[in-house]
């Protein structure tokens, strides 16, 4: 069965610092989105990127955050300058549309990002 | 903005119990999702309701446009059934996947 792979599973920064979490989503899916996780929290939704643009994004989606599809596989999200309030789990998801406003949507095992 | 609440936030059953999670949203929306969240923190889509209902295995996913409310039943419930349940609703107009998350139903079936 077809998955959504996120790279690392788990990474440990220091505040301040750059971080980029990898995801390879689905060969034939054309949307990507990601989403975070704060521990004991609710899913939030990040952002969402078609076509090689955002089409959407939240309000945490702040100039801190970015994305990227580097290569026609990898969807990247970037973290410019972390902080402590950025860990979280974040998941990376693809959807494959089956028309009528009707998709499927896969999540990827997330990776867990901790900032000391 | 829409509120989604799910009840109850923590259910304990025995194998085999018929289970219902319920999920409430306060604004009309474009389609709900249930998902399922392992232990291990894995996100998996159960189902995707814009009306009626849906049945998959022992699962049944129901939603009522008018009250703006939807359940989702868990048959002859099972312990590998145990895991946390998220309902997340699309508001109209917004992209696919710009979805608003419940809180989570924690589900624990003992054997």
């Known amino acids: 069965e077809p998955e959504v792979t996120q790279t690392p599973s788990h990474q440990v920064t220091q505040m301040g610092q750059e971080v980029i979490l990898r995801c390879v989503p689905i060969s034939n899916h054309l949307y990507f989105y990601w989403y975070r996780q704060i521990l004991g929290q609710k899913v939030e939704f990040l952002v969402s990127?078609?076509?090689?643009?955002?089409?959407?994004k939240s309000e945490i989606f702040d100039d801190q955050f970015s994305v990227e599809r580097p290569d026609g596989s990898n969807f990247t999200l970037k973290i410019r300058s972390t902080k402590l309030e950025d860990s979280a789990m974040y998941f990376c998801?693809?959807?494959?549309?089956?028309?009528?406003?009707?998709?499927?949507?896969?999540f990827g095992p997330g990776t867990r990002l901790t900032v000391t | 903005k829409n509120e989604v609440e799910q009840s109850p936030q923590n259910l304990t059953a025995q194998e085999g119990e018929f289970i219902t999670i319920n999920c409430s949203y306060s604004?009309?929306?474009?389609?709900l999702h249930w998902l399922q969240q392992h232990p291990g923190g894995g996100i998996v889509s159960l189902f995707m309701l814009s009306s009626g209902k849906k049945k998959h295995g022992r699962l049944i996913a129901t939603i009522n446009i008018q009250e703006k409310h939807s359940s989702l039943h868990i048959t002859a419930s099972h312990p590998r059934d145990s895991a946390v349940y998220i309902c997340?609703?699309?508001?109209?107009?917004?992209?696919?996947?710009?979805?608003?998350f419940g809180k989570g139903t924690k589900l624990s079936v003992k054997p």
């Open positions: 990127f078609y076509n090689n643009e955002i089409s959407e």
């Open positions: 998801a693809s959807i494959l549309l089956l028309g009528q406003g009707l998709y499927e949507q896969y």
């Open positions: 604004v009309g929306i474009s389609a």
């Open positions: 997340a609703v699309g508001n109209y107009g917004g992209s696919q996947g710009n979805l608003i």
